[in-house]
């Protein structure tokens, strides 16, 4: 298992199917990934001068949108996952 | 739906009429998107020391002109929206 | 109309006739546009920890004189601006 | 009259007559305008905190060298100006 | 031994077997060095304002991934070393 | 005479003779101008909040070793010089 | 004699053996040059507020890995020498 370290979190990427308004899901190659992903786990939280730990505002399982070139792309057993500071994490998808 | 982090603005795009003085509405093709946009949605708000969150200047139906190249587009069950901090949010238009 | 928002001006642009010292002016395609606009209204005022706000320096009507490469430019019902950050703005033409 | 804001300096250029050592004054061509000024006017001084403003180093009538492209040019009636923040003048040429 | 200095830490390269997901290893050429490395030494800490210095997230032995070019190399004695800053540490792989 | 203002400081360039370990002086088209320059006048010391001036480590007639890239030269009376902070100054050659 | 100011220190650059693993010594031409240097001499140490000055972490003698890109170098009495602020110095190889 990864465990980011400080404010940071782990995200698998989340393949959209791009469809036209109309519904129909076009192939494979026109997947867009609009940096979309799911969070898959929290770090250890940034360290205050008082010993705490900053808490995070997403949680595992959420789906996210994340700011373009903000993240560590990194492969473990054969899985992709990114990693990436909190605070380039722009919404949560409800 | 997609909630905002921080003290970021979900908003939609709005495609400017490009007339001339006199009035004729020209062709799609020259459609103005002097960056205006309309506001859908208000971030979480930025976490103060106090545990209090900021107030926005700007509320969800305002017209606003923002800073060029300052967004993140993305694209969720079809419909396409921007993402941006709201200090980059230069103007109300009444 | 259009509202500013925090330390920012709304400025037209001013068009300076550009004549030869002995005053004969010169054509339309030379116009000089040295950085010279003038204002048309206030923003908000940059929010003060004590929720007061920051004075401005300038007010509607002065001609003054801004850094190169600091407005938005953007256009409003055919009309066309400047926004800027007051720090931008160098110097009053009384 | 331009009045510049803030710790800024209204500069006129001081042409240097390019000599040689034995004193002959070369063509206009290579005039050399080694980044020296004459200060004009001053600016209405930094803000701080407590409403005071921040007093100036240099006087109008001082000859300064300042950094180069550290100015901003500009022309008002006929006149060309520099507009300077007074950190940007290195020295008093007595 | 290189004992390094403040909060950095020194690390050796993990070359990770490069496997397909059905398991075949894939010869030495693309062996993926997807920035994952393991803790061989902690630095002396950062100094505090008050004398203390501050405590380290990894220990030797730990595998980590870490910030693509943040990384300087050296050889000393035959062997080959990263010295990387604690911060540029993201994760640690359990 | 020229003053710099706050923590500059005014030097001359100096020129150094390259020579060879064994002594051979070669011509001067190979001057070496190690960035070695020697301290012509002090500034006026940076202010302080309290009004005081922060003193210099460096003297009139030290010779010292400065970053490159770090001078703005300038020319008066035929002479030339370099201004520089002197946090730009690395070294003392005694 | 080079005293450097502040918290830089006066390193010489140290030549290392390029050899392969069986101890072959490499001709001069690959000689690598890891960025490991000797220190020479320390600064008068960083001022505080207080007057009192910063120690150093490394002492004359103490063979040291360095960024790349972080030292200038100089030339004195034909002695090449290094000068490099003490936070730039990564690790001590004991």
Not at 7 to 25: A, M
């Amino acid at each position: 298992m990864i465990k980011p370290l400080g404010q940071r979190v782990l995200l698998e990427k989340v393949e959209v199917e791009k469809t036209t308004v109309s519904g129909i899901v076009l192939p494979d190659s026109v997947k867009e990934e609009k940096n979309i992903g799911k969070v898959v786990a929290l770090g250890t939280g940034k360290k205050l001068d008082d010993g705490s730990r900053v808490e995070f505002d997403v949680k595992p399982g959420d789906r996210v949108v994340f700011s373009p070139y903000s993240t560590t792309e990194t492969k473990v057993d054969g899985n992709e996952y990114l990693i990436i500071e909190e605070k380039e994490i722009l919404a949560i998808i409800d």
